[in-house]
């Protein structure tokens, strides 16, 4: 699994995103965290997903591209209108994946 350089949070996250991070990589139950990632299928943008799903033994976690992380599904909703948002005011275009990876190699 890799993060976004400039991964998203939702509001009040900011200040836990280390202890959120750790308890992702370490499988702990987290039922409220949604992650927002790239889609692995390259024609979508991103896909929600709730972090119960990544305690499955054989669920592809490495494949993962994170972008954002949420408290609840309602707040990865708005975390997508944000990154819409600002893809939109940067490139008046919507390809929200090919913007966060030219910002990832930017870096």
């Known amino acids: 699994m890799r993060y976004y350089r400039y991964l998203y949070f939702s509001d009040?996250?900011?200040?836990?995103?280390?202890?959120i991070i750790r308890?992702?990589?370490k499988g702990k139950f987290q039922p409220t965290i949604h992650l927002l990632v790239l889609s692995a299928?390259?024609?979508n943008q991103l896909e929600i997903l709730n972090s119960i799903y990544l305690l499955q033994p054989n669920y592809p976690k490495e494949d993962l591209f994170v972008v954002g992380i949420a408290d609840n599904?309602?707040?990865a909703l708005e975390l997508v209108e944000k990154i819409s948002q600002e893809v939109?005011?940067?490139?008046?275009?919507?390809?929200?994946?090919?913007?966060?990876?030219?910002?990832?190699?930017?870096?």
């Open 41 to 43: 299928n390259e024609r």
């Open 88 to 107: 939109y005011d940067n490139t008046k275009g919507a390809n929200i994946r090919d913007y966060i990876l030219m910002k990832e190699q930017e870096g």
């Open 73 to 75: 599904y309602d707040n």
């Open 12 to 19: 009040g996250l900011e200040k836990k995103r280390e202890k």
């Open 23 to 25: 308890k992702i990589e």
